[in-house]
Each structure stands twice: as structure tokens, then as C-alpha cells.
């Protein structure tokens, strides 16, 4: 049926309205598809291009049997990584992560697969049974090593009034109060470690964002937000150090040189196991620890016997 489309001119005399025939136009045909449309992918391709006719096709191009397939490749390895010489002889020294061994046996196991030319560190990782995005489940604390961490550390204090002699006497390396947050806001990073009596606090909260990320921003949990600023001091000149649970749930810490003596790193280390049962979370439920591993810095992991750790008493 017909319909008429209507538009409109504009002359001198006015509007002038035309009628147009308008024809709807029949609907789309679908396409025919092609024969073999059903059949498995290789066979319909290999069926489309020998016979474009449907005339053309027999009995013989149904029952016909595809090539075979080539062999898929072989799968790639689940680790990517690439163990270099020296580290893959120093992993064929270590029994394997589910040998536990004595804390002495260990550490000197550590000792012995250290074979960087640089000085390496000890290191120790725990993991907890914790859930840290519960405020209940999380740690952070410091803890004394007895016998330090073999490296020297760079503390920085503001403070004002008597507390800046006090400071100094100590063995601070920076000292001052708002000329030294000024230095700091300037881009001065020469320093480890940055203590602050806590009348110093409101002013280093601009800092935040210059702190904040590289894990320098005094905090009463870090033992850096202190009255003492002479004790603090020398506990971080001696062999002070923090830790912290990531999210999920590891502890990691140095305990001190390759070059030490095993006696002086299992010394640190019954120190920092003691700290971390000391300072359990509340909400901390059922077995605690679950492994305990150390390592260097460039070598395999150990695994430690924990329960063999606790049982040691030093004197």
C-alpha cells in the first residue's frame, strides 16, 4: 500500500506543501548458508572449498576423513624465571621446604650458601596466622637485636629547647626543629631513621606525603615518637629494628650479616622470635606461627624448625 510523504517549500507567496508517493521497500531475504554448516569446523572448510555446487557433491566428500591434526605444543613451564649457575648449585646445598631444620644447622646452611661478592644480609620470614585487614590481627613493634644489624644507621631528631643537646650527645647525625623540617620539606633525606618528640608532631603532619611513603614518618608503634630522645637514639645506633605484618600476614626483618658468627645470629634471632610471640594480636587464634625461613640476600630459603627455636634458652 501506498503512502504519501509530505514536505514543505517556502516561497515568495508563502508555504507550498508536495505529496510524494512513498513505496515501503520488501523486507530482507535472509542468505542461504552454505552446506556443512553443521558439521565439525576442519570438515566444513575442507567441504566449502572442493565443491561451491551442491550438484558437484557426492557420497565420497561426506565420508571422507579429515587430515590429521598436528600435535599441539609442548607446555610451558609454570615459572618463567631462569635460575642462574651460581644460585642453582647454592639451591642443591638446601634439603627443600619441607625439611625443617635446627635453628644452629640453618643458620650455618645460610652462612654457607652466601656467595655474593657483596656483604649479604641474614634475613628472617615468618608466616603468621593472621588476617592484618582486621584491626585486632594486626603487628607492628621494634625489637633490640642484642648483637645489631651490622650497618650503620643515620638517625635524625626534632626536637627543641634541652632535648637538642640531649640529642646530640647521643649520636644523632641531624638535629634541629623547624630549621630541620625545613631542610626535609626542601628535599634532605640524608638520614635512616627520624625521631620526634611528640610537641614536634603537629608540625611535621605537611611532611606526610614525603614520609609517608618511604616509611620515615615518626609513630608512637615504631618507637619513634619518643620524651627520651637519648634512649631512643641509642637503640637505634645499637641494633633497633621494626617490624611489620604485611596483608597477608608475613613478617620479614634482617637479623643481621652473612659475616656474622652463628652464635651472634642465633642470638638476634631468638631475640626477634621472642618479640613476635610477645606481641601476638589479640584476635590471633589457633597455631601462630606457621613457617619460619631464612635466607640471605641472594641465596635459597631455609626452613627452621620453630618449635626447636622456642625450646632454646640463652643466657
Not at 554448516?37 to 576423513?65: G, I, K, M, N, Y
Not at 620539606?185 to 627520624?194: E, S, T
Request: aromatic residues 4%; proline residues 9%; charged residues 25%.
Amino acid at each position: 500500500m501506498e503512502r504519501m510523504l509530505a514536505s514543505t517549500s517556502t516561497s515568495r507567496g508563502g508555504t507550498m506543501r508536495s505529496f510524494q508517493p512513498f513505496v515501503a521497500s520488501s523486507p530482507a531475504v535472509p542468505r542461504p548458508r552454505a552446506f556443512g554448516h553443521c558439521l565439525p569446523q576442519p570438515r566444513r572448510r575442507s567441504l566449502v572449498s572442493r565443491a561451491l555446487d551442491f550438484e558437484q557433491l557426492t557420497l565420497e566428500d561426506l565420508t571422507q576423513e579429515d587430515p590429521p591434526l598436528a600435535p599441539p605444543p609442548p607446555p610451558a613451564p609454570r615459572s618463567g624465571r631462569k635460575m642462574s649457575r651460581r644460585f642453582a648449585a647454592e639451591t642443591a646445598k638446601v634439603p627443600g621446604k619441607h625439611v625443617a631444620l635446627k635453628p644452629s644447622e640453618a643458620l650455618e646452611l645460610v652462612k654457607a650458601t652466601a656467595s655474593t661478592k657483596f656483604r649479604e644480609t641474614v634475613e628472617l620470614h615468618a608466616r603468621l596466622n593472621i588476617d592484618p585487614k582486621y584491626t585486632n590481627q594486626q603487628l607492628r613493634a621494634t625489637v633490640s637485636l642484642p648483637k645489631g644489624t651490622g650497618k650503620e644507621l643515620r638517625v635524625a631528631v626534632i626536637c627543641q629547647g634541652d632535648n637538642e643537646k640531649v640529642a646530640r650527645e647521643a649520636g644523632a647525625d641531624h638535629v634541629g626543629s623547624a630549621d630541620l623540617i625545613a631542610e626535609i620539606a626542601g628535599g634532605m633525606m640524608d638520614f635512616d631513621k627520624l625521631v620526634a618528640t611528640p610537641d614536634m608532631m603537629p608540625r611535621l603532619a605537611k611532611l606526610g606525603r614525603q614520609l609517608g611513603p618511604r616509611g620515615l614518618m615518626p609513630n608512637p608503634k615504631a618507637g619513634t615518637v619518643v620524651t627520651d630522645v637519648a634512649t631512643a637514639v641509642r637503640e637505634f645506633k645499637g641494633g633497633k629494628v621494626e617490624y611489620r605484618a604485611d596483608k597477608a600476614g608475613n613478617v620479614h626483618v634482617g637479623i643481621g650479616k652473612a659475616d656474622f658468627d652463628p652464635a651472634a645470629l642465633l642470638e638476634n634471632l631468638k631475640a626477634v622470635q621472642e618479640s613476635i610471640d610477645a606481641n601476638r594480636p589479640p584476635g590471633a587464634k589457633g597455631i601462630y606461627w606457621k613457617t619460619l625461613t631464612l635466607c640471605s640476600s641472594m641465596g635459597p630459603a631455609v626452613r627452621v624448625n620453630h618449635a626447636a627455636l622456642r625450646e632454646i634458652k640463652l643466657q
